[in-house]
């Protein structure tokens, strides 16, 4: 499924390509499952700096190796991985990609290849930002919305590496219910009461120590008020605006900073670092992805249309 114009959803086509080539160290992947990510509207929506149709998208998927593995990925490896793919270059909606050997992981025996497919943005995204953050055992962490693949990716991560406390949000009352019924108990309903209200209550006043933000707009705006001495906000995402309005005493005051995450700036040492956190997480069971829906490759337009408007409780995937 290829963007021919970046004009909207009917910019997506079904196109037939030559199978890739597998040169200069990149390993051939049969894809199995695709991941389906907010970035993929923005791209498409021509919002997105340095993509060039037409481009195939998708940022991140799972399946097996075909060929150019070598030792570390023998054929027939099941394998995810994320990386330009879908932005800068040709992505995952396809049943085949060349794949960097250096992007890829193995999928552990106890995860399928549609929640693998799901599993590589939204986690490697979430640790790289509490790494950065300087997230240790006993800290107190925010990441709104827990529906969201970012939301619950980070609060996974925090709960099982040790939080005090792993805070989300919605807007959403169902969604509240839902979290709870998953067992995710620190998540403020913003439809009953305000974000800062909520997260004051559950950590008793202390505030969040980090806050990972893949919302923006107002989200943005509320969650700097919530911050503790000396903590600090990532943003990494812009769902709901690119804009907003920050009160400068929220940083002042507690000494707070704020700065912004790039995941295609992250150097290789990172994301190894990452994965090895997340991959054993993922064998203890401590950390699972959570998806909402399924569709075929060639029902791509809705399934992103399902992602955007839809605003499901966990991931959208394609089945390849």
């Not at 509240?176 to 995710?184: I, S």
């Amino acid at each position: 499924m290829r963007a021919e114009t970046f004009s909207g959803y009917e910019g997506l086509k079904l196109v037939d390509l030559p199978k890739p080539a597998v040169t200069n160290g990149k390993v051939l992947v049969r894809i199995a499952a695709a991941g389906v990510t907010p970035l993929d509207h923005t791209i498409l929506s021509g919002k997105f700096h340095g993509s060039k149709a037409p481009l195939v998208l998708g940022n991140e998927g799972a399946g097996v190796v075909e060929q150019g593995g070598g030792t570390d990925f023998p054929v027939g490896s099941r394998v995810m991985f994320f990386g330009a793919y879908g932005a800068f270059e040709d992505g995952t909606d396809s049943e085949w990609v060349a794949v960097r050997k250096e992007d890829l992981c193995l999928i552990p025996d106890n995860v399928d290849d549609v929640s693998a497919a799901g599993i590589p943005v939204a986690y490697l995204t979430a640790q790289v930002a509490l790494t950065l953050a300087g997230f240790r055992a006993g800290k107190t962490v925010l990441a709104p919305a827990i529906g969201g693949s970012i939301g619950n990716a980070v609060t996974q991560l925090a709960r099982a590496l040790g939080a005090k406390h792993a805070m989300s949000s919605t807007t959403n009352h169902a969604k509240a219910e839902q979290a709870k019924a998953l067992g995710f108990n620190e998540v403020v309903d913003t439809f009953s009461e305000k974000l800062g209200d909520g997260v004051r209550r559950i950590t008793s006043g202390y505030g969040a120590d980090i806050v990972v933000d893949g919302i923006g707009g107002e989200v943005l705006s509320e969650a700097l008020g919530v911050l503790s001495l000396g903590g600090s906000l990532t943003t990494l995402g812009y769902a709901a605006s690119r804009k907003t309005t920050i009160d400068v005493t929220n940083l002042i005051v507690p000494q707070a900073s704020i700065r912004g995450l790039n995941m295609f700036a992250q150097p290789k040492a990172s994301i190894g670092a990452a994965w090895e956190v997340i991959v054993s997480l993922l064998k203890s069971g401590a950390i699972k992805p959570i998806v909402a829906k399924t569709f075929p490759l060639v029902e791509a337009v809705d399934a992103l249309r399902y992602l955007i408007e839809g605003r499901p409780f966990g991931r959208v995937v394609l089945k390849i």
